[in-house]
């Protein structure tokens, strides 16, 4: 997987109880390791995924490369907003190497673009060393995630994300996680694949 499940949305998601907070999910058991997600800390991870968006597979989506305070505006908007979008941290063996945002699409600027049911979840991925990507690890995060998102959330009756239609990386990955392509979208700053898992399965 290059880089973005999705270049972000400017704020969007989610709000309740604990339930709501991924980095209160725990230990998730994959092939790969185990792997868990931990709320952002500015600044203590700050020049970590500063170096992140500054790589070029990754800012080629994610259109946050520059200097810190570009990654950190990006962040506290989250950070300090009403719990929508969770930036989180993904730590697999508790060694960080991937970003995350969990946030709630039916409350995002995306629900404006496709048929939003209420309590849609959606997902942002990039993973952060080159070494992570291009070898299905993203594939089985992104599965095991959708799994416990569905598990955590009783409500959320599907998972969806819009990765850009050009980071093919990103979209395979997402069909071989059990994703759908539901539809392309123009978007305000890009074409997207609606990609959409849902809680029961999509007759063929």
């Given amino acids: 997987m290059s880089g973005p499940v999705d270049g972000p949305s400017d704020g969007g998601p989610g709000v309740g109880g604990p339930a709501d907070d991924p980095a209160g999910w725990g230990t998730i058991a994959t092939a790969a390791g185990e792997f868990r997600l931990r709320r952002v800390r500015l ?4 020049g970590l995924l500063t170096r992140w968006m500054n790589d070029p597979e990754v800012a080629a989506f994610w259109e946050l490369a520059g200097p810190s305070a570009v990654t950190e505006q990006h962040l506290r908007r989250q950070l ?81 994300a819009e990765p850009d239609v050009r980071n093919r990386r990103s979209v395979r990955a997402f069909r071989r996680a059990g994703f759908r392509l539901a539809a392309e979208l123009d ?11 849902d809680r029961t399965p999509h007759p063929a």
Wanted: aromatic share 4%.
């Fill in 187 to 197: 978007l305000p700053d890009k074409r997207a694949a609606l990609m959409v898992r």
């Fill in 80 to 160: 300090d907003g009403d719990g929508r979008s969770l930036p989180c941290l993904g730590l697999l063996d508790d060694t960080p190497m991937s970003y995350w945002e969990v946030y709630r699409a039916d409350l995002d600027p995306l629900a404006a673009h496709y048929p939003a049911r209420p309590h849609d979840a959606g997902l942002h991925l990039l993973l952060g060393p080159a070494a992570s990507r291009g070898r299905g690890l993203g594939t089985a995060l992104l599965a095991a995630l959708t799994d416990r998102v569905l598990r955590e959330r009783p409500h959320c009756e599907r998972v969806v």
């Fill in 43 to 46: 600044p203590a991870d700050l």
